[in-house]
């Protein structure tokens, strides 16, 4: 078996503002090692170097709440038990997550955990391919509609197990913005491994500029939005995969085979003004596929996309803020029609 693990700091390339002499306009920053990656926060102002310290803080106390595998976690304490009550965070995001899980029929859901364990992209073991009588047992088990939230309670089907992590950093980013936006802090740009989220424009006024990854050239951009007060999420097949035998399997489970989602796309970027909407649908999107992930942006709205497909096709709706395109890739415009 050949293995191949791609640690990247963040998904979307950020583009370095010059600091200037004014204190209003002073770049502070900070990286922190939480959720299983490498977060990158910048901030500007007199009020941003306590920001900073407050976001760690709030970061830090989001990953022992949402993992999985952390010792007396809520999620933890709810896969254990079946039920658990749990963090008034906690249950929030659950919610926003069904949401999508429903609106996605079930493209979205949290109960593929141990399809993920079975392959190696969670939990201790090793990355390999499961026997179909191994996901035959699991696949009963992931179920979205039998995870209930009533109030600040959780329960799950019988032997079921869920993550948070498809969600968890996209909603962490969102409250980290919130906090750094009552902090005082009026400029700043996040990325929690590859969930970028920023506040406000730059030092200079002058929009953010994000790089969405060339999934065939990790050095390079596909293509380059400019934002403000936006989250932007990719999730893509690049970054976590491994080969066996020449067939490459990533970790974007379908949840209706418990296999890595093939649907023609290589990623999907989702730009909205809420960190979990991004992140919950960068995920069921992929998993959609094309027409899918059309069908629900013209259903829904409330966000714009970019889609790299494996045919060498960048496809992005009206909206979607696109400054630069790669030569090596086809161009088209979704339009609401």
């Known amino acids: ?93 659950i919610e926003d997550a069904l949401t999508v899980s429903e609106r996605s029929g079930g493209a979205l859901d949290l109960s593929v955990y141990p399809a993920s364990i079975a392959w190696g992209f969670a939990g201790d073991g090793e990355n390999r ?11 009963p088990k992931v179920d979205y509609s039998a995870i209930c939230v009533n109030g600040n309670e959780v329960s799950l089907g019988d032997g079921m197990l869920i993550s948070l992590g498809a969600v968890a950093k996209g909603y962490t980013a969102q409250r980290v913005i919130e906090k750094m936006r009552d902090d005082g802090v009026i400029s700043a740009l996040i990325s929690l491994g590859g969930n970028v989220q920023a506040l406000g424009a730059d030092a200079n006024g002058d929009p953010w500029r994000v790089g969405i990854q060339d999934p065939n050239d990790l050095e390079s951009n596909a293509a380059v939005l400019e934002i403000a007060d936006l989250a932007v999420v990719t999730s893509g097949d690049y970054n976590r995969y491994f080969e ?26 989702v730009i909205t003004d809420d960190g979990t909407t991004a ?23 409330g966000f714009e996309m970019v889609i790299l497909t494996d045919d060498g096709r960048i496809l992005a709706t009206d909206g979607a803020p696109i400054v630069e395109i790669s030569d090596e890739y086809q161009f088209c415009r979704i339009d609401e029609n």
């Open 1 to 93: 078996m050949k293995k191949y693990i791609a640690f990247v700091t963040a998904v979307a390339l950020l583009f370095p503002i010059c600091a200037c002499a004014n204190a209003n306009t002073k770049k502070y920053e900070k990286y922190v090692f939480a959720m299983d990656t490498v977060m990158q926060l910048y901030a500007y102002g007199s009020h941003a170097e306590v920001a900073l310290d407050d976001a760690e803080k709030m970061i830090e106390a989001f990953d022992a709440l949402f993992s999985a595998e952390k010792e007396g976690s809520d999620i933890q304490n709810l896969n254990s038990n079946g039920m658990a009550v749990v963090d008034e965070a906690t249950a929030e995001l």
């Open 129 to 139: 391919v499961p026997t179909e009588d191994e996901l035959a047992k699991i696949h």
């Open 244 to 269: 066996v035998d020449g067939v490459r399997y990533h970790h974007i489970l379908d949840p209706k085979t418990c296999t890595p989602a093939q649907t023609g796309i290589r990623s999907v970027t």
């Open 279 to 301: 992140d919950a649908l960068s995920t069921a999107l992929f998993v959609l596929g094309v027409d899918g992930a059309n069908a629900y942006w013209r259903q829904y709205g």
